[in-house]
T-cell receptor, first 116, second 110 residues
Framework: KAGVTQTPRYLIKTRGQQVTLSCSPI?????VSWYQQTPGQGLQFLFE???????NKGNFPGRFSGRQFSNSRSEMNVSTLELGDSALYLC???????????????FGPGTRLTVT | DAKTTQPTSMDCAEGRAANLPCNHS???????VYWYRQIHSQGPQYIIH???NNETNEMASLIITEDRKSSTLILPHATLRDTAVYYC???????????FGTGTRLTVIP
């Protein structure tokens, strides 16, 4: 099975611009989660989509948004970019696992966004 | 949110077993404990997870204490490619997503 893919892998934007990142989950996975990783804050959860609906959301401003399509592919958008948005953005897909609790999440390679 | 406590860093000699501890006293009784690792500049890689019993797969073994307040990830024969940051994780409260702490930076020494 192909893994989680993210495009683009690297991106340089200017403050005030907006950006859209794309994630293609593992075939058959219906849940897609997005995380932001920075040296100072580590890995932080942004939001999760399941069957085209946002199911959970982390503590990020409204400039961060996302969506999921019927084929489970997901995009996240950041508007009015700030210098502090420079980070590695990771997408993870998952499928219901046995028992209760969190599904096993499989991460993509990430998109490294640099805001200048 | 589930909170985990791990040593900041550890060294291990190549070929020896690496034992990475984690305290996770806030992970409730019906929630799994997950371990991931992240090699520099790559996305985290799933290693193993467990609920109550010890688990083993082709990558590692997971030993969970009977009170479920802590666990140890064991890499039986560490190689240089095992150098990475290892995260012990649990779910965020009321959600299906994982809470990542700061992890343990494991360095395997030749």
């Amino acid at each position: 099975k192909a893994g989680v893919t993210q495009t683009p892998r690297y991106l340089i934007k200017t403050r005030g611009q907006q950006v859209t990142l794309s994630c293609s989950p593992i075939s058959g996975h219906r849940s897609v989660s997005w995380y932001q990783q920075t040296p100072g804050q580590g890995l932080q959860f942004l939001f999760e989509y399941f069957s085209e609906t946002q199911r959970n959301k982390g503590n990020f401003p409204g400039r961060f948004s996302g969506r999921q399509f019927s084929n489970s592919r997901s995009e996240m958008n950041v508007s009015t970019l700030e210098l502090g948005d420079s980070a590695l953005y990771l997408c993870a897909s998952s499928t219901p696992a046995r028992g209760t609790g969190v599904y096993e999440q499989y991460f993509g390679p990430g998109t490294r966004l640099t805001v200048t | 949110d589930a909170k985990t406590t791990q040593p900041t860093s550890m060294d291990c000699a190549e070929g020896r077993a690496a034992n990475l501890p984690c305290n996770h006293s806030t992970i409730s009784g019906n929630e799994y404990v997950y371990w991931y690792r992240q090699i520099h500049s790559q996305g985290p890689q799933y290693i193993i997870h467990g609920l109550k019993n010890n688990e083993t797969n082709e990558m590692a073994s997971l030993i969970i204490t009977e009170d479920r307040k802590s666990s140890t990830l064991i890499l039986p024969h560490a190689t240089l490619r095992d150098t990475a940051v290892y995260y012990c994780t649990g779910p965020q409260t009321g959600a299906n997503n994982l809470f990542f702490g700061t992890g343990t930076r494991l360095t395997v020494i030749p």
